[in-house]
């Protein structure tokens, strides 16, 4: 039978810790540089230890691997399985999609390789990873895994409030002007992820209109396979409590996962952001997502 890999990146967040096919899932630790200091995949360095502004001097950037890297890892990886099936964070919050493009090019031939830009990041990243690994490992080929991930991408839905509006400048989406008002003002943004762009939606005063915002976003939906919140690096437990029991009494059955911002996200969107990823249900008679088992 062939083998097929999931490759993904550290933006990655996972419902589920273990999964059927969690083995079949290679991680692609992003670099982080951080006051001209590269932290190589992130290592030796928090996401909770980040300020709570970006500088000059701390320039936060987030960079995928080297060329040479990224192509012995992929070589490495056709030793040990027929075909890989990447999945990335959007092309438009990073570079890695592009980096993993050229870096297939200098395999082409050798490697047999399919590479899915996810237009999201996060627990939406993890989940098509997760579907994906979960139908490899039940033996579905390459073709069928990348036919189903792409029909799930239009239906995750992802909504971001970030105070740490520097962090959006020096990640080249607003001017410096903009950023330094609404830190000034003590505003909070609230952004969507629209096929893989952040799109302007909002700005609200304080944590509460913040939280009445998540609630009126889960309200436009009828039939939902997961919600997960996306909490900042210092969580406010309250507007947890409230935001699951107000999931809760909208759709009963449907899991409700807390995640902690991870480094790469939090360098480009300020470690005090936060979240909500919904998966909607393209299906709602089976409540499933097609090849996917509920997460």
Same mark, same amino acid.
Do not use: W
């Given at each position: 039978m062939a083998s097929t890999?999931?490759?993904t990146d550290t933006s990655a967040q996972f419902p589920q810790l273990a999964f059927p096919g969690r083995n079949l899932v290679r991680v692609l630790g992003l670099d982080i540089s951080l006051n001209g200091v590269l932290f190589e995949e992130g290592r030796d360095i928090k996401a909770s230890s980040l300020p709570h502004?970006?500088?000059p001097?701390?320039?936060?950037?987030?960079?995928?691997? &080297? +060329?040479?890297?990224? =192509?012995? #890892?992929? $070589?490495?990886?056709?030793?040990?399985?027929?075909e890989i099936i990447a999945i990335v964070m959007s092309s438009q919050l990073s570079s890695v999609y592009d980096s993993v493009q050229r870096a297939s090019?200098?395999?082409?031939?050798?490697?047999?390789?399919?590479?899915?830009? &996810? +237009?999201?990041?996060? =627990?939406? #990243?993890? $989940?098509?990873?997760?579907?994906?690994?979960?139908?490899?490992?039940?033996?579905?080929?390459?073709?069928?895994?990348?036919?189903?991930?792409?029909?799930?991408?239009?239906?995750?839905?992802?909504?971001?409030?970030?105070?740490?509006?520097?962090?959006?400048?020096?990640?080249g989406y607003i001017d410096r002007a903009q950023a330094s008002l609404g830190e000034m003002l003590n505003l909070l943004p609230i952004f969507a992820m629209e096929e893989g762009h952040l799109t302007p939606l909002e700005k609200v005063r304080n944590h509460r209109n913040?939280?009445?915002?998540?609630?009126?976003?889960?309200?436009?939906?009828?039939?939902?396979?997961?919600i997960a919140l996306l909490q900042s690096v210092t969580p406010n437990q309250q507007d947890?409590?409230?935001?699951?029991?107000?999931?809760?009494?909208?759709?009963?059955?449907?899991?409700?996962?807390?995640?902690?911002?991870?480094?790469?996200?939090?360098?480009?969107?300020?470690?005090?952001?936060?979240?909500?990823?919904?998966?909607?249900?393209?299906?709602?008679?089976?409540?499933?997502?097609?090849?996917?088992?509920?997460?």
């Open positions: 890999c999931v490759l502004s970006a500088t001097q701390l320039n936060p950037r987030l960079s995928a691997p &080297s +060329q040479e890297k990224l =192509v012995n #890892l992929l $070589i490495n990886l056709s030793q040990n399985y027929d090019e200098e395999v082409k031939g050798r490697v047999r390789l399919q590479i899915i830009d &996810s +237009q999201t990041t996060s =627990v939406g #990243l993890g $989940i098509l990873v997760q579907c994906a690994a979960e139908a490899a490992a039940a033996g579905i080929n390459g073709a069928e895994i990348e036919r189903m991930v792409r029909s799930m991408i239009p239906h995750i839905y992802m909504v971001v409030c970030t105070p740490g509006l520097s962090y959006l400048h020096y990640a913040m939280l009445d915002f998540f609630q009126e976003f889960l309200d436009e939906f009828d039939s939902i396979q997961h947890s409590r409230l935001l699951r029991e107000h999931a809760e009494d909208l759709f009963e059955n449907t899991p409700f996962s807390e995640h902690a911002i991870n480094l790469p996200l939090a360098t480009l969107l300020g470690p005090r952001t936060q979240g909500l990823i919904v998966v909607e249900n393209p299906d709602p008679k089976t409540n499933r997502s097609p090849g996917a088992s509920r997460l």
